[in-house]
């Protein structure tokens, strides 16, 4: 079965530190990736996207994330983190296409971001 | 705001009642998912409706009943739940033929006691 792994469960920087979080996935043909983010209190969104094309991609508040076929991963990143960032970051993977396609998500990765 | 709105916000339930969650999206969307979503656990896809019609259950217990009376409107129906079905519901919508960009509701909040 398809499956997507998160290695950091619990993640803590202080500001201005650099983000890398890890994200692996089983599944072998083509894919779509995906990261979500999930402030506190509030609903599970949309962090980033990839398709196809250039596999840097840029997504909102800064994060960007790259697509390494080889390896079958699909990390985010951010230069420089602030306290607003702290939140749960679930990275997920979809094949199939059109209205067969599911999402699989990691467990998660809670960030949490020291003043 | 997504446009995906889900009631109640917050759930406390015997074993023995009857509740149902309620999603409503007014995004125009004509697939609709329910997800469980636990502590330290990955999302868990329940059911999917595509233009009302289901077409994925995950192997949900029977206790757990979906209802899809339109495009815009999800319910799941509960009953005789346990202890373990407490947990976070996530109502989700997307377009037609773009089902792995989904657009999430708040959440229910369901403790069974």
């Known amino acids: 079965a398809q499956s997507v792994s998160q290695h950091n469960h619990h993640v803590i920087l202080s500001e201005a530190a650099s983000l890398e979080l890890g994200c692996n996935y089983s599944y072998g043909g083509t894919v779509n990736l995906f990261w979500y983010v999930q402030y506190p209190g509030q609903h599970l969104q949309l962090l980033l996207k990839?398709?196809?094309?250039?596999?840097l991609v840029k997504g909102i508040k800064g994060f960007e994330a790259e697509f390494i076929k080889s390896k079958f991963s699909f990390n985010l990143r951010k230069p420089s983190v602030q306290w607003s960032d702290t939140a749960e970051y679930f990275c997920?993977?979809?094949?199939?296409?059109?209205?067969?396609?599911?999402?699989?998500f990691g467990q998660g990765t809670t960030l949490q971001v020291k003043p | 705001e997504t446009g995906v709105t889900q009631t109640p916000r917050h759930l406390v339930m015997g074993m023995t009642n009857k509740k149902s969650l309620k999603c409503e999206q007014h995004l125009g969307h004509n697939a609709m998912y329910w997800y469980k979503q636990s502590a330290k656990k990955p999302l868990e896809l329940m059911f999917v409706y595509n233009f009302k019609e289901q077409t994925e259950n995950n192997s949900v217990p029977s206790r757990f009943s979906p209802e899809c009376p339109n495009s815009s409107h999800l319910f799941l129906h509960l009953h005789t739940l346990q202890p373990e079905d407490s947990a976070l519901y996530l109502c989700?919508?997307?377009?037609?033929?773009?089902?792995?960009?989904?657009?999430f509701g708040p959440g229910t909040r369901l403790t069974v006691t």
């Open positions: 990839y398709f196809s094309g250039d596999p």
């Open positions: 997920a993977v979809t094949h199939g296409s059109g209205n067969t396609g599911k999402l699989i």
């Open positions: 989700a919508s997307s377009r037609p033929g773009q089902s792995y960009e989904q657009y």
